[in-house]
């Protein structure tokens, strides 16, 4: 639908006349066919307002232009947004039925009609819109704006229609009183947004079929195949909505404008072009309040990367829910929000919703399983998305090139918080399946020397600021002792085990770390089976303050009487660094002789030990307690001054390393298991 603006050079010598009918024309207007009084800005103005532009005829030559003027009916307002097509009632049909996806605010009135008059609409004849009422002044200024928005994108009209839901004009009728009616005109893009898309039962088949999936389309997204599990089709289907959205926010905020409304309610996919529609942006803002220019640029640019991140925000918001379907839920999804509002760190997304979506999913969660593929690069995109500080989110380009949204076709260089965040991950999944065999071992120690040769953070400086909170055991290098072939006193059911650190003065380097090892006592004899009983915790508390130091790695070295020689693992170890796959990766010529690492200096320690119910027996199985407890846990989680070093850090991860060259691997917990 055509757009109409005007231009009047400053001699007032012509006037420039735009038209947007599916082409961009202008037309000329001379002084002979339009009088202009040269002295009055005002009269020059309410003289051009009696021109009127056609928005749905034909484009004329500029000489028919200057022997007769074309007609509209501009839009009459104090704030009026600009020359619009303006219909009337009368050129629709409107229909019966209105389609669920296109529900509105409780300030606007939706109908579906479709367009009756052949004459000067033309284009649209016979073809479905949606009528929107707009009852209050508010909705109002946002229909307004949605047509001012319009003028501002129009210039790049291929990328406006295929990501943008088009407005078409508006409808204006005068009451009797005071009070106008404005109804916005704008194009119908199926019956769903794409969250009913989402809620229906057989929505991957419905969505594939009416993005007509086929070898060529998902080439789009690197891939080269159709069909497969359920799991490849719902990522691929994920990879080509994730990316058209990102195309169609990075086409708004490359003219400045921020969407500040991205919900999957305003969301709709076009069956004719396959295309995302970004919604009406009635809503949208501005990045700059003066112009880019101007001695408010700092203030601006500060305005321009909140407004860039909060639509950042809102898409990882949509991507988790497309991903994970448990967040449609208003309550679990208040749970991710109250969870990201007290402040705790996005990377923690998987140890926090893990217990929610293994809940009702016994035998795996599918949005699970595609943010853990390709070492758990779903989670790395939702957590830069959704980063606490605005200026940690990542741009839509950026997010365009993550290997998440990449397919494998595409060969995509990971940087090296990928790599890092890869291996951490990888690390994590092996724990989980906890059937330490001699190759799982192995590859875990791997995982965590080259997680140690690519710490970030060396200095105890950022060690005091990443090493407070609560983490989780994950793993330990040394011997692990259960219960099966033993026949201990007390049976102890180990739970989790916590490593809570807190600085204990911020004028120096002291912290206070707070060992938490939580089990069940199973005084029944029928233990395999049955696994309850007294619940309770021991406890060990401690300081220690941090220092700066190294750790030596001793090669083969020939002497008189005897040699030092390198570890198998880590001669191994670089042996992968050499390899072809790492060497692009890591470019290391030969093995460190020693590694950057936050030295601890622990003091004495206290233990307690608290049981829920009182027991019935005497003392000793209060000592027997203890020392199973002790036999189990890896003893440096009893004996906090076994840790001697910390070896890497960062804000999901932890390694510390005790004195006989045991690692224990950490992951941050949630601050408050409340929210869950």
Same mark, same amino acid.
């Given at each position: 639908?055509?757009?109409?603006?005007?231009?009047?050079?400053?001699?007032?010598?012509?006037? *420039?006349?735009?038209?947007? /009918?599916?082409?961009?024309?202008?037309?000329?207007?001379?002084? $002979?066919? #339009?009088?202009l009084?040269?002295?009055?800005?005002?009269?020059?103005?309410?003289?051009?307002?009696?021109?009127? @532009?056609?928005?749905?005829?034909?484009?004329?030559?500029?000489?028919? $232009?200057?022997?007769?003027?074309?007609?509209?009916?501009?839009?009459?307002?104090?704030?009026?947004?600009?020359?619009?097509?303006?219909?009337?009632?009368?050129?629709?049909?409107v229909?019966?039925?209105?389609s669920?996806?296109?529900?509105?605010?409780?300030?606007?009135?939706?109908?579906?009609?479709?367009?009756?008059?052949?004459?000067?609409?033309?284009?649209?004849?016979?073809?479905?819109?949606?009528?929107?009422?707009?009852?209050?002044?508010?909705?109002?200024?946002?229909?307004?704006?949605?047509i001012?928005?319009?003028?501002?994108?129009?210039?790049r009209?291929?990328?406006?229609?295929?990501?943008?839901?088009?407005?078409?004009?508006?409808?204006?009728?005068?009451?009797?009183?005071?009070?106008?009616?404005?109804?916005?005109?704008?194009?119908?893009h199926?019956?769903?947004?794409?969250?009913?898309?989402?809620q229906?039962?057989?929505?991957?088949?419905?969505?594939?079929?009416?993005?007509?999936?086929?070898?060529?389309?998902?080439?789009?997204?690197?891939?080269?195949?159709?069909?497969?599990?359920?799991?490849?089709?719902?990522?691929?289907?994920?990879?080509?909505?994730?990316?058209?959205?990102? !195309?169609?926010? /990075?086409?708004?905020?490359?003219?400045?404008?921020?969407?500040t409304?991205?919900?999957?309610e305003?969301?709709?996919?076009?069956?004719?072009?396959?295309?995302?529609?970004?919604?009406?942006?009635?809503?949208?803002?501005?990045f700059?309040?003066?112009?880019?220019?101007?001695?408010?640029?700092?203030?601006?640019?500060?305005?321009?990367?909140m407004?860039?991140?909060?639509?950042?925000? @809102?898409?990882?918001?949509?991507?988790?829910?497309?991903?994970?379907?448990?967040? %449609?839920? =208003?309550? !679990?999804?208040?749970?991710?929000?109250?969870?990201?509002?007290?402040?705790?760190?996005?990377?923690?997304?998987?140890?926090?919703l #893990?217990?929610?979506?293994?809940?009702?999913?016994?035998?795996?969660?599918?949005?699970?399983?595609?943010?853990?593929?390709?070492?758990?690069?779903?989670?790395?995109?939702?957590?830069?998305?959704?980063?606490?500080?605005?200026?940690?989110?990542?741009?839509?380009?950026d997010?365009?090139?993550? =290997?998440?949204?990449?397919?494998?076709?595409?060969?995509v260089? =990971?940087? %090296?918080?990928?790599?890092?965040?890869? #291996?951490?991950?990888?690390?994590?999944?092996?724990?989980?399946? +906890?059937? +330490?065999?001699?190759?799982?071992?192995?590859?875990?120690?791997?995982?965590?020397?080259? %997680?140690?040769?690519?710490?970030?953070?060396?200095?105890?400086?950022?060690?005091?600021?990443?090493?407070?909170?609560?983490?989780r055991?994950?793993?330990?290098?040394?011997r692990?002792?259960?219960?099966?072939?033993?026949?201990?006193p007390?049976?102890?059911?180990?739970?989790?085990?916590?490593?809570?650190?807190?600085?204990?003065?911020?004028?120096?380097?002291?912290?206070? !770390?707070?060992? *938490? !090892?939580?089990?069940?006592?199973?005084?029944?004899?029928?233990?395999?089976?049955?696994?309850?009983?007294?619940?309770?915790?021991?406890?060990v /508390?401690? #300081?220690t303050?941090?220092?700066?130091?190294?750790?030596? +790695?001793?090669?083969?070295?020939?002497?008189?009487?005897f040699?030092?020689?390198?570890?198998?693992?880590?001669?191994?170890l670089?042996?992968?660094?050499?390899?072809?796959?790492?060497r692009?990766?890591?470019?290391?010529?030969?093995? =460190?002789?020693?590694?950057?690492?936050?030295?601890?200096?622990?003091?004495?320690?206290?233990? $307690?030990?608290?049981?829920?119910?009182?027991?019935?027996?005497n003392?000793?199985?209060?000592?027997?307690?203890?020392?199973?407890?002790?036999?189990?846990?890896?003893?440096? %989680?009893?004996?906090?001054?076994?840790?001697?070093?910390?070896?890497?850090?960062?804000?999901?991860?932890l390694?510390?390393?005790?004195v006989?060259?045991?690692?224990?691997?950490?992951?941050?917990?949630?601050?408050? *298991?409340?929210?869950?």
């Open positions: 639908m055509a757009i109409c603006g005007f231009s009047i050079n400053p001699s007032l010598e012509s006037v *420039e006349v735009w038209h947007f /009918n599916g082409n961009l024309s202008k037309t000329l207007i001379r002084p $002979s066919c #339009l009088r009084n040269r002295k009055s800005p005002c009269s020059a103005r309410r003289q051009f307002q009696e021109v009127r @532009c056609s928005s749905l005829r034909k484009a004329v030559s500029p000489m028919e $232009s200057e022997e007769n003027a074309p007609t509209a009916t501009p839009i009459s307002g104090e704030d009026e947004p600009g020359h619009v097509a303006r219909f009337k009632m009368s050129d629709f049909k229909l019966d039925h209105v669920v996806g296109l529900a509105g605010r409780a300030d606007e009135v939706v109908f579906e009609a479709v367009v009756k008059d052949s004459g000067s609409c033309s284009p649209l004849y016979n073809s479905r819109v949606v009528l929107r009422r707009l009852t209050s002044a508010r909705a109002q200024r946002r229909g307004r704006r949605a001012e928005v319009l003028k501002k994108l129009v210039h009209r291929i990328l406006y229609h295929s990501y943008s839901m088009q407005v078409y004009g508006c409808i204006l009728s005068h009451t009797s009183g005071a009070q106008s009616s404005f109804t916005l005109v704008h194009g119908y199926g019956s769903f947004s794409l969250r009913h898309w989402l229906q039962s057989d929505w991957l088949p419905t969505l594939e079929a009416t993005l007509a999936l086929d070898e060529e389309s998902v080439r789009r997204v690197g891939d080269d195949s159709v069909g497969g599990p359920a799991v490849t089709r719902q990522l691929r289907l994920i990879r080509i909505l994730m990316r058209d959205l990102l !195309i169609g926010v /990075n086409y708004l905020h490359s003219h400045g404008i921020a969407h409304e991205l919900r999957l305003n969301v709709h996919i076009s069956p004719v072009d396959r295309h995302i529609k970004v919604g009406i942006l009635g809503n949208a803002a501005d700059y309040d003066n112009g880019p220019n101007g001695s408010a640029l700092d203030g601006n640019m500060d305005r321009r990367q407004m860039i991140a909060f639509d950042m925000r @809102c898409v990882g918001f949509m991507m988790a829910k497309m991903v994970l379907r448990e967040l %449609m839920d =208003p309550l !679990i999804f208040a749970k991710l929000k109250s969870f990201l509002m007290k402040g705790n760190d996005p990377s923690c997304l998987r140890e926090f #893990l217990p929610i979506l293994t809940r009702n999913s016994p035998n795996g969660n599918v949005g699970l399983q595609m943010l853990d593929r390709n070492w758990g690069a779903g989670w790395n995109l939702l957590s830069l998305l959704l980063a606490v500080r605005p200026s940690k989110r990542i741009s839509c380009l997010a365009l090139r993550h =290997p998440f949204l990449c397919g494998p076709r595409w060969r260089v =990971p940087s %090296m918080d990928i790599i890092r965040w890869g #291996l951490g991950s990888t690390a994590v999944r092996i724990t989980e399946e +906890y059937i +330490y065999r001699q190759s799982q071992t192995g590859r875990l120690a791997h995982f965590i020397e080259l %997680m140690e040769m690519l710490n970030p953070h060396s200095r105890p400086k950022n060690w005091l600021e990443l090493l407070p909170g609560k983490w055991l994950l793993y330990s290098t040394g692990h002792i259960g219960l099966t072939f033993r026949q201990p007390v049976r102890i059911l180990i739970g989790d085990a916590h490593l809570t650190i807190v600085k204990a003065s911020k004028l120096n380097t002291s912290l206070s !770390i707070l060992s *938490e !090892i939580g089990f069940t006592v199973m005084m029944g004899h029928d233990w395999p089976h049955d696994k309850s009983g007294i619940s309770g915790k021991l406890q /508390n401690s #300081l303050s941090l220092k700066a130091g190294r750790r030596l +790695y001793l090669k083969e070295k020939a002497t008189e009487g040699s030092l020689r390198q570890s198998n693992s880590e001669d191994s670089f042996g992968k660094l050499s390899s072809r796959k790492w692009k990766a890591i470019p290391l010529k030969e093995f =460190p002789s020693s590694l950057p690492v936050a030295k601890l200096l622990p003091d004495d320690i206290e233990v $307690s030990m608290t049981l829920n119910d009182p027991l019935t027996q003392v000793d199985v209060a000592r027997n307690i203890v020392k199973e407890i002790r036999t189990q846990v890896p003893p440096e %989680m009893f004996e906090l001054s076994n840790l001697v070093c910390g070896t890497y850090v960062d804000s999901r991860m390694v510390l390393r005790s006989n060259g045991t690692a224990l691997i950490f992951t941050r917990s949630c601050a408050d *298991e409340s929210c869950r």
